[in-house]
């Protein structure tokens, strides 16, 4: 029996150093695709939170923590670190390319039809990929190269997004920061409708009525900035509660054995968002994750839907003048 013994102490010092991986389950786009249903996002954001090199680190964490969806984009300057971290978990045999979902976006200045194919080439040689999981319009908003908003339609950007999907250079297709009317108006006048939409969701802006027509056009809604105001350190003073110190949701966290964070986040998902929270801290982005063994009570989902305040973190108000400005 000492070769039992020898399997079993084996086995134990193993089961101790590997840490455990939570891959997050799928849903399946409306032109076929699987994504997953959480991510990890890449924008350090107007304050950076660290050097863009961080984000290799970051990218290296979630994988290994099982994450297969990251979210970038060209403004953010991250999708050469991107690359980075992905190339290394594919070297090691982590992960296999088909096995990932990589996200990016196309920026404001790139809105004529002429551009779009040009940008999204410009990404895909950042990223070192040959193709891209899902493309997105990152705003309905044109400007030029000095900043200065244009008036180019967002339909003429979307035949564009169109036309790089049927070369194959992206599996799916979708917009960011669109409003209802303008996805109506896309859908109509060119009959393709988004496979994804992403937008700020979090507690102090839920987007009932937005969630709604996108469950009924079967696009699924990627959320950004899931943590909205929850952190004191990163909350505008006019910012609604809660914050993570909250009583009722701190008593919900110690009841499953999470945080607060991560209650948000299972709330976020049980709403049908995917979350893309954002860190490049190994433990937060591990912590992240983490949320895929347990289930809010309809009592804890009425309170946190309680928290909806209709307030907006992200609305770049620089851009109020121009004619598609969605907020």
């Known amino acids: 029996m000492l070769w039992l013994y020898l399997v079993l102490c084996v086995t134990s010092v193993l089961g101790k150093n590997t840490p455990s991986v939570a891959v997050a389950p799928t849903v399946r786009l409306r032109d076929g695709n699987l994504m997953p249903r959480l991510g990890l996002g890449t924008w350090l954001g107007f304050i950076k939170m660290g050097p863009e090199e961080e984000v290799r680190g970051a990218v290296e964490a979630a994988i290994d923590a099982g994450y297969?969806?990251?979210?970038?984009?060209?403004?953010?300057?991250?999708?050469?670190?991107?690359?980075?971290g992905m190339k290394k978990k594919l070297d090691e045999g982590v992960v296999k390319r088909e096995e990932m979902f990589i996200t990016t976006k196309l920026w404001n200045d790139a809105h004529r039809y002429e551009a779009v194919l040009p940008a999204l080439k410009n990404s895909l040689q950042k990223l070192e990929l040959e193709y891209v999981d899902l493309y997105l319009?990152?705003?309905?908003?044109?400007?030029?190269?000095?900043?200065?908003?244009?008036?180019?339609?967002?339909?003429?950007?979307?035949?564009?997004?169109?036309?790089?999907?049927?070369q194959g250079l992206t599996n799916s297709i979708g917009v960011s920061n669109f409003n209802i009317s303008q996805l109506q108006r896309l859908i109509e006048q060119t009959g393709v409708t988004p496979a994804v939409l992403q937008v700020e969701v979090?507690?102090?802006?839920?987007?009932?009525?937005?969630?709604?027509?996108?469950?009924?056009?079967?696009?699924?809604?990627?959320?950004?900035?899931?943590?909205?105001?929850?952190?004191?350190?990163?909350?505008?003073?006019?910012?609604?509660?809660p914050r993570v110190?909250?009583?009722?949701?701190?008593?919900?966290?110690?009841?499953?054995?999470?945080?607060?964070?991560?209650?948000?986040?299972?709330?976020?998902?049980?709403?049908?968002?995917?979350?893309?929270?954002?860190?490049?801290?190994?433990?937060r982005v591990e912590e992240n994750i983490d949320i895929f063994d347990f289930e809010l009570t309809p009592e804890e989902r009425n309170l946190l839907k309680s928290y909806d305040a209709n307030y907006k973190i992200v609305n770049v108000a620089l851009w109020k003048d121009s004619p598609y400005y969605p907020f």
């Not at 909205?228 to 509660?241: D, N």
């Not at 991560?262 to 998902?269: D, G, H, P």
């Open 202 to 241: 979090n507690l102090n802006i839920q987007q009932p009525e937005l969630l709604e027509f996108c469950k009924a056009h079967n696009i699924v809604v990627m959320g950004y900035t899931p943590f909205g105001s929850i952190f004191p350190q990163k909350a505008a003073e006019s910012a609604p509660p």
């Open 245 to 283: 110190d909250d009583e009722e949701l701190v008593h919900i966290a110690k009841k499953y054995n999470k945080t607060v964070p991560q209650v948000v986040l299972r709330y976020l998902f049980e709403l049908g968002v995917v979350p893309i929270p954002k860190s490049v801290k190994k433990n």
């Open 137 to 166: 319009i990152h705003f309905p908003i044109a400007i030029d190269s000095n900043g200065s908003v244009v008036d180019v339609d967002y339909l003429e950007t979307w035949r564009g997004m169109i036309e790089v999907q049927r």
């Open 68 to 84: 297969r969806l990251i979210d970038t984009a060209n403004i953010y300057i991250t999708e050469e670190q991107v690359a980075l």
